[in-house]
Protein backbone atom coordinates (compact mmCIF):
# COMPACT_ATOMS: atom_id res chain seq x y z
CA UNK A 1 0.00 0.00 0.00
CA UNK A 2 1.39 3.24 -1.01
CA UNK A 3 0.08 6.96 0.30
CA UNK A 4 0.51 9.92 -2.02
CA UNK A 5 -0.32 12.40 0.08
CA UNK A 6 1.26 16.14 0.26
CA UNK A 7 3.01 16.87 3.21
CA UNK A 8 1.56 19.76 4.55
CA UNK A 9 -2.15 18.23 4.13
CA UNK A 10 -0.77 15.67 5.99
CA UNK A 11 0.58 18.23 8.55
CA UNK A 12 -2.98 19.40 8.92
CA UNK A 13 -4.51 16.56 9.29
CA UNK A 14 -2.01 15.46 11.91
CA UNK A 15 -2.69 18.87 13.56
CA UNK A 16 -6.54 18.40 13.66
CA UNK A 17 -6.84 14.63 14.68
CA UNK A 18 -6.91 13.63 18.24
CA UNK A 19 -4.58 11.58 19.31
CA UNK A 20 -7.14 8.23 20.17
CA UNK A 21 -7.52 8.64 16.35
CA UNK A 22 -3.96 8.99 15.24
CA UNK A 23 -3.45 5.93 17.48
CA UNK A 24 -5.83 3.61 15.93
CA UNK A 25 -4.51 4.38 12.64
CA UNK A 26 -0.80 3.40 13.69
CA UNK A 27 -2.28 0.45 15.08
CA UNK A 28 -4.34 -0.01 11.99
CA UNK A 29 -2.32 -2.48 8.76
CA UNK A 30 -1.73 1.09 7.38
CA UNK A 31 1.09 1.85 10.23
CA UNK A 32 3.72 0.36 8.12
CA UNK A 33 2.61 2.46 5.11
CA UNK A 34 1.94 5.49 6.60
CA UNK A 35 5.90 5.00 8.28
CA UNK A 36 7.54 4.17 4.95
CA UNK A 37 6.30 7.22 3.19
CA UNK A 38 6.83 9.60 6.29
CA UNK A 39 11.13 7.89 6.64
CA UNK A 40 10.72 8.54 2.17
CA UNK A 41 9.42 12.00 2.63
CA UNK A 42 12.60 12.54 4.87
CA UNK A 43 14.75 11.43 1.84
CA UNK A 44 13.24 13.96 -0.45
CA UNK A 45 12.71 16.80 2.04
CA UNK A 46 16.73 16.98 3.47
CA UNK A 47 18.07 19.64 2.80
CA UNK A 48 21.18 19.76 1.72
CA UNK A 49 22.05 23.58 2.26
CA UNK A 50 22.03 23.17 6.06
CA UNK A 51 22.94 19.58 6.32
CA UNK A 52 25.36 19.14 3.59
CA UNK A 53 28.17 18.96 5.67
CA UNK A 54 27.20 16.45 8.00
CA UNK A 55 28.12 13.36 8.34
CA UNK A 56 25.66 11.15 10.51
CA UNK A 57 23.56 7.99 11.28
CA UNK A 58 20.48 8.77 12.69
CA UNK A 59 18.15 5.74 14.33
CA UNK A 60 14.54 6.29 14.50
CA UNK A 61 12.52 3.63 17.31
CA UNK A 62 8.93 4.02 16.82
CA UNK A 63 7.24 2.26 19.58
CA UNK A 64 4.21 0.20 20.59
CA UNK A 65 3.61 -2.13 17.05
CA UNK A 66 0.70 -3.75 17.20
CA UNK A 67 2.63 -7.28 17.16
CA UNK A 68 4.53 -5.94 20.01
CA UNK A 69 8.33 -4.17 19.92
CA UNK A 70 9.11 -1.19 17.56
CA UNK A 71 9.78 0.01 13.94
CA UNK A 72 13.57 0.79 13.46
CA UNK A 73 14.68 2.83 10.66
CA UNK A 74 18.13 4.57 10.05
CA UNK A 75 18.70 7.93 8.55
CA UNK A 76 22.05 7.84 6.86
CA UNK A 77 22.95 11.70 6.26
CA UNK A 78 26.65 12.46 4.12
CA UNK A 79 27.56 14.14 0.98
CA UNK A 80 25.05 16.31 1.13
CA UNK A 81 22.50 13.28 0.74
CA UNK A 82 20.02 11.36 2.70
CA UNK A 83 19.18 7.77 2.51
CA UNK A 84 16.90 5.60 4.65
CA UNK A 85 16.98 2.18 5.45
CA UNK A 86 14.42 -0.16 7.17
CA UNK A 87 15.78 -2.26 9.96
CA UNK A 88 19.32 -1.44 9.88
CA UNK A 89 21.53 -4.61 11.47
CA UNK A 90 24.87 -3.41 11.61
CA UNK A 91 26.27 0.31 12.59
CA UNK A 92 26.19 2.35 15.45
CA UNK A 93 24.18 5.41 15.30
CA UNK A 94 24.91 8.83 16.22
CA UNK A 95 22.01 9.10 17.94
CA UNK A 96 18.95 7.53 18.54
CA UNK A 97 15.59 8.45 18.98
CA UNK A 98 12.45 6.32 20.65
CA UNK A 99 9.10 7.60 21.04
CA UNK A 100 5.53 6.51 20.91
CA UNK A 101 3.44 6.33 17.19
CA UNK A 102 1.41 9.80 18.22
CA UNK A 103 4.10 11.76 19.66
CA UNK A 104 6.79 10.33 16.34
CA UNK A 105 2.99 11.83 14.25
CA UNK A 106 3.39 15.27 15.79
CA UNK A 107 6.90 15.61 16.30
CA UNK A 108 7.89 15.12 12.20
CA UNK A 109 4.95 17.09 11.33
CA UNK A 110 5.50 20.09 13.30
CA UNK A 111 2.82 19.91 15.76
CA UNK A 112 5.05 19.21 18.32
CA UNK A 113 8.38 20.50 19.85
CA UNK A 114 11.42 18.25 20.10
CA UNK A 115 12.68 19.84 23.29
CA UNK A 116 9.35 19.70 24.55
CA UNK A 117 8.83 16.03 23.83
CA UNK A 118 12.16 15.27 25.20
CA UNK A 119 11.55 17.04 28.63
CA UNK A 120 8.42 15.74 29.46
CA UNK A 121 9.71 12.19 28.65
CA UNK A 122 7.95 11.01 25.79
CA UNK A 123 10.83 11.32 23.34
CA UNK A 124 14.31 9.50 24.52
CA UNK A 125 17.36 10.48 22.97
CA UNK A 126 20.09 8.45 22.88
CA UNK A 127 23.52 9.48 21.62
CA UNK A 128 24.80 12.95 20.88
CA UNK A 129 22.33 15.08 22.55
CA UNK A 130 23.91 18.24 20.84
CA UNK A 131 23.37 17.02 17.87
CA UNK A 132 20.08 15.77 18.45
CA UNK A 133 18.90 19.44 19.00
CA UNK A 134 20.13 19.67 15.36
CA UNK A 135 18.21 17.02 13.45
CA UNK A 136 15.05 19.06 12.96
CA UNK A 137 17.10 22.20 11.22
CA UNK A 138 18.20 19.79 8.06
CA UNK A 139 14.57 19.12 7.12
CA UNK A 140 11.90 20.93 5.84
CA UNK A 141 8.99 20.31 8.11
CA UNK A 142 5.83 20.91 6.38
CA UNK A 143 3.25 23.13 8.61
CA UNK A 144 0.49 21.71 10.45
Known amino acids: MSFDVDPAAFARTVAQT????LAEGMASENRGAILDEIF???????????????EA?????VHDRP?????HYRVRIASG????EKD??????RVTFKVKP?????????NASGPQLFLTGRLKIDGDLMF???????????SG
Open 81 to 84: TCRV
Open 57 to 61: TIDWK
Open 67 to 71: EGGYD
Open 132 to 142: AARVQSLFEIP
Open 88 to 93: PQEGEP
Open 18 to 21: PDEA
Open 40 to 54: AQMERRFDATRGGDV
Open 102 to 110: VDFLRLVTG
